[in-house]
Every structure is written in C-alpha cells, then in structure tokens.
C-alpha cells in the first residue's frame, strides 16, 4: 500500500515562524517573516535523517529530553569542510521544532518516523561491534564510547560489543559463532582490523557457502553482512579511501544511515598457507622490505615506517622476477585516464562483473604451478613481464591516505572488478625517490620510463624460471654469516611477534599446511638489513600491513565481494550545502 507521507505545517524553531514540508523524500523548512515573506529553506533528504525524538532534546555531552509535549527534536547530517582532506566530515546537526498543538507534534513525529522507515530501508537494527583497545593512539574504546555509542543509540541501533583481547578474536568470532540477528559488523581500529573483520567475514561466507577459499579459481560469494569501519588506527587507509576522511563522527553516521559501498577484495594464493585477501596494497620488493625492516623497529612506534623507509631506500635493492597479467577492458576505463573514482562513480556503475570464468572445483586442485603457466584465452590474454623490479605492487582502490592524498593509483575505481598492476624497475636511487615523491604531491608518479601501470583482473608473479623460491636460502646464508662476522642483528625472522603484538597471523592461520611446510621459513631469515654486504636475491610481500614470507604468488580480484557502510569519496564541488 503506498503510503501519502506528505505533511505540511508551520512550525517555530525559538521564536521565528517557519512553513515545514515533508514530502516522503525530503523534509523542508522555510523561513516566514512577519510580512509573510519566504526567507533560507532548509531541506534535508530522509534518507540523511538521523533520528527524531519527542520533546527538546539534547544527546551531548550526555542525554537531556526536556518533555515540552509540543516539541520534537529532529537530528540529520550536516557536511563541513574537512580543511586539508579529500572528502567531507560529517557531523549531526538538531533542529529543535515547536507545533501548535500536541496532537500536531505527533502527527510530525509520526509521519518522519514511518518515512524513515520507508524511505530509508538498509538502515542497520542491531550490530556487531570489536574494539581493538590498542590499535593507533590506543583510543578506540573512548572513541567508540564518547563519540560513536551515543549516535547509535538516538538511531535506535542496539550493538552488541566485544573489546578484544587477542589478535585475531575478531576474526575467529565471525567465523565460527553465531551471528544471525545481525545487520552488520563494526571494527573500531586501523586497517589491521579491518582486514581481520574482512577476513572472518568472507572465511564464514564462503564456508557456509561450501566453497574451498584457499582455490585460487573459485568464485568467491560476496558477503552478506555489511562493515563498518570506525577509524582509530595509525593509518586508517581503507576508511580514508572509502569516505574521503578519517573520522569517528563521519563513519558512524555512514553506518546509521546504512550507506552501501560495494568493494573489490583481491586473494593472494600460495600453494602452502591460507588465502590472504588484499584491499589496499599487495607489495613485493621495496614495500615488503619496508614491512619487514619496520617490525625489527616496532619500538619507534609509527617513526619506524619513516626510518625503515629510508633504510630500505638506501639499500638500492631490486628484485628479478616475471610477472604475468590478465589486462581488464581498456575500453571500459584505465589507471591514466584521470578519472576519480567519487561517490555514484559512473565507471563503478556501470561496470557488470568482470571476473574470470570459473572452472570446477575439480580442474582448479592443486593447480596452481600448472596454472601459472598456462593460458586460458577465455579469459582474455595473459600478457608477460620479466626484469628486475624495484618493486611489484597491486592496489583495489586509489590506497589514498592523509600522507598521500591521491594514493597509489589515484584513478583506481572502489568496485569495477579491477586492480592496478604497478610495475617499477631498477632505476637510478634518485629516480625512485623522484616516484616515491611524486605519491605526496599532485605530480604524475606513472609519468616516468622506468614505472609501469597496467589495470588488471589478475596477475602471478614468479622467479625467473631456474630460481626457486627456496632461493631464499641464499639470505639465509648471507644473513648467517653476517650474524657471525658482524655480530649484528640484521634479520628479522618471521616468527618474531608481528604488528599485531601477536604470533604472525600467517602461521596462525595456516591450518597445518604453513605450520607443517612452514619450519624452514619459520626459522629461516626473510628479510637482511642494509648492512649485510650478500643482499638478498627475493623479497617478501606486504599484503595490506601483514608479512606474507614467499616470492611466489597468484593473484585475482573479486568484484565487489564485500560491502561497507560507507558511500565513496563525496565531490566537494558537486555538493551544495
Ligand atoms: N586486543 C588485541 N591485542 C593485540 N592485538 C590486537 C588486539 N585486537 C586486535 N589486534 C590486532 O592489532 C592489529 C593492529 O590493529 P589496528 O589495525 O586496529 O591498529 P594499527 O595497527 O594502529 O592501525 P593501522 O592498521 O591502520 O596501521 C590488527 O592486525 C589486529 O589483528
């Protein structure tokens, strides 16, 4: 039954007189002067109303309901400037309206009630909330408490929270207990966190699919639940990419009004460990040595990312290897042609899933050194590069962050199935740094001979054909007799305690495959500083802050497998406020 939602009164916020209209999709007021001029409209869409509440009511620093049985208070979104980010703050503005009667009042607060219901559907009920108490500036349960808890509850949203204890919680929460009644999931912390809720997430989704995650050619089933992220991490990359500014305020009202952001997660498959999925950046060569020099430093706090950068950088390293892509339509968009992707991206839009074709279970077992090497030519042509790298990286979105306000790829879309493949070869130190420079300021970083930028579905990177990955003893040896010459302590073994505080996620997760196979990477040197004189002849990847301790690797995105309460990067200049 179609419901008639309009409205239309005056109403008086203080003393000025003002014509109110709710239309179902809108709620107006306009100013009436005593001349009964109509003055400043007001208008605010359903769909960013926060809540509506009887009487005059205040919800900071704590709950006040002041019970005048004429009034009600009307909460909504109010954009501001965010100053130097990308995006724009959100914040919860209250206009507080008189009626002319009580039964005027309730038929308002009726009325915006049920348009809210209406209108506004996807709006999350009941939540599943994981604090990580240490992660950034270790704020994230006065974060959630102060900030975030009490918007969720004037948006009539109830959550369930767990402040975790361990590393890893949140994930195994969400893959084996129970979580019907649920609308969604919120992690308050870093992208640490986020990639643990992701990675739960997708693991129960796929088990209670019946699909083996761990099979490089499955199609994966995108996940049910959506995720929010409130930011209270050190680099809150994915929340900055996806909302345009690092926010508590700002994510929380995403949530409560149930925005949908569609978002392409990449899996890194290697034959011994579990899957890895990846949404910001998957690096080989320089951004795994800078991951791996980085936890020798973890003292420095967020410094160490600084220092380790630098170190890694003097070092001067590249790395041999051959990388084979699976190209996306250039018709369709490419990472040069300067197209951002911003809220309603058209290319996002428009893009119907693009991924591979997907053979049985059965053709795809233990396929993956077969596979890497042959080609399929329904799923479009495999193109071949082979040199040294200074490094290999892939990105799912833009990786925009405040340090770097375009990101890695800076036309990269949130959900067209897609990734970028950057490719940077051995190139004069100076060269580089001119491309590392270039990530911090507006300048073309793909706009140099030695780098590479290609939009891909999926790629593989292996040694040269005749090296090993067990090449990797080669750093063994090395770094054993630095140890012994040079009584130094330049190698990081990956069973040091990662970033997470905690045992490496990989040898956790690894049900039994990495634990039984894993001993010798385990025990073995991944990483030699840049006083060893041997430097190592492979590196290890970053997959979005985690060590994955091999060269080898199988890549494929999956279109929009997950989704977040978020709605991408608003345009300032289309937005009027
Ligand atoms: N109670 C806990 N104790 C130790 N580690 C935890 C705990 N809860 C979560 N973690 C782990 O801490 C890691 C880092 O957390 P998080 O991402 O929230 O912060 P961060 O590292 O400061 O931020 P960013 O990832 O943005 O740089 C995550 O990988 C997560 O697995």
């Given at each position: 039954?179609?419901?008639d939602?309009?409205?239309e ?5 203080g ?11 809108h ?5 009436v ?9 007001t ?46 703050l959100?914040?919860f ?6 009626c002319?009667?009580r ?11 049920t348009?809210?219901k ?21 704020k ?6 102060s ?16 402040v ?7 994930r ?9 009644g649920f609308d969604g ?57 996806t ?16 925005d ?5 997660v990449?899996?890194?498959h ?8 990846s ?11 800078v ?24 070092s ?5 290897g ?11 968009s ?7 992707c ?20 059965s ?5 993956f050194?077969c ?6 030519s329904?799923?479009g ?21 405040p ?11 949130l959900a ?5 493949l950057?490719?940077?070869?051995e ?28 939009r ?7 040694l ?56 010798w ?5 991944l990483?030699?500083?840049?006083c060893c ?23 494929r ?19 009027v406020?």
């Amino acid at each position: 039954m179609e419901i008639d939602l309009r409205l239309e009164s005056s109403l008086w916020v203080g003393r000025k007189r003002y014509l109110a209209v709710l239309t179902g999709w809108h709620l107006q007021w306009t100013e009436v002067d005593k001349k009964n001029r109509q003055r400043k409209t007001t208008s605010v869409p359903v769909s960013e109303l926060i809540g509506v509440e009887d009487g005059r009511v205040e919800i900071l620093p704590g709950k006040s309901v002041e019970d005048a049985d004429h009034d009600f208070t009307v909460f909504y979104v109010r954009r501001s400037s965010s100053g130097g980010s990308y995006g724009l703050l959100w914040r919860f503005s209250r206009t507080q309206f008189s009626c002319a009667s009580r039964a005027l009042r309730d038929q308002w607060t009726s009325y915006l009630r049920t348009a809210l219901k209406t209108h506004s559907p996807s709006r999350p009920h009941r939540l599943l909330v994981f604090i990580n108490p240490f992660g950034g500036k270790k704020k994230g349960r006065h974060i959630y408490h102060s900030l975030v808890a009490p918007l969720f509850e004037l948006a009539g949203i109830s959550s369930h929270v767990i402040v975790t204890e361990r590393a890893n919680q949140a994930r195994d929460h969400l893959l084996k207990k129970d979580l019907s009644g649920f609308d969604g999931v919120v992690c308050v912390g870093g992208d640490g966190m986020f990639s643990e809720v992701m990675h739960g997430l997708i693991g129960r989704t796929q088990q209670e699919a019946g699909l083996s995650e761990n099979d490089p050619n499955v199609k994966l089933q995108p996940c049910n639940l959506h995720i929010g992220i409130i930011p209270a991490g050190s680099t809150d990359c994915v929340c900055f990419a996806t909302v345009g500014v690092n926010d508590p305020v700002t994510s929380a009202l995403h949530i409560i009004i149930g925005d949908s952001q569609p978002l392409d997660v990449c899996s890194a498959h290697h034959p011994t460990v579990p899957v890895h999925y990846s949404v910001s950046l998957l690096g080989y060569g320089f951004y795994g040595d800078v991951l791996a020099e980085s936890e020798r430093h973890r003292w420095m706090g967020p410094l160490r990312y600084d220092f380790s950068g630098a170190m890694v950088y003097l070092s001067s390293r590249s790395y041999a290897g051959v990388v084979h892509y699976l190209p996306a339509d250039p018709l369709l968009s490419s990472p040069r042609d300067n197209i951002r992707c911003l809220s309603g991206c058209s290319v996002c839009t428009k893009s119907t899933e693009r991924l591979l074709p997907h053979p049985t279970v059965s053709e795809s077992v233990n396929s993956f050194h077969c596979s890497q090497y042959s080609s399929d030519s329904s799923e479009g042509e495999w193109v071949s590069v082979a040199g040294r790298f200074r490094c290999v990286s892939f990105t799912c979105m833009s990786s925009s962050c405040p340090r770097s306000p375009l990101g890695l790829s800076p036309s990269a879309h949130l959900a067209d199935g897609t990734g970028d493949l950057i490719l940077v070869r051995e190139s004069h130190p100076l060269s580089f740094l001119k491309f590392l420079h270039r990530h911090t300021s507006t300048q073309d970083q793909f706009d140099l001979p030695f780098v590479e930028v290609h939009r891909v579905k999926a790629f593989r990177f292996s040694l040269p054909p005749g090296e090993e990955e067990d090449g990797c003893e080669d750093m063994e040896r090395g770094a054993t007799r630095q140890r012994e010459n040079q009584d130094t302590q330049c190698v990081m073994d990956i069973e040091t305690k990662s970033r997470t505080g905690s045992q490496q996620q990989l040898t956790e997760r690894g049900s039994g495959a990495y634990r039984e196979r894993g001993d010798w990477r385990g025990k073995k040197a991944l990483f030699c500083g840049p006083c060893c004189s041997e430097t190592p002849s492979v590196s290890v990847w970053n997959c979005d802050g985690e060590i994955l301790p091999f060269s080898e690797i199988q890549c494929r995105v999956h279109g929009q497998l997950v989704h977040l309460y978020a709605r991408g990067i608003e345009d300032k200049a289309a937005i009027v406020s």
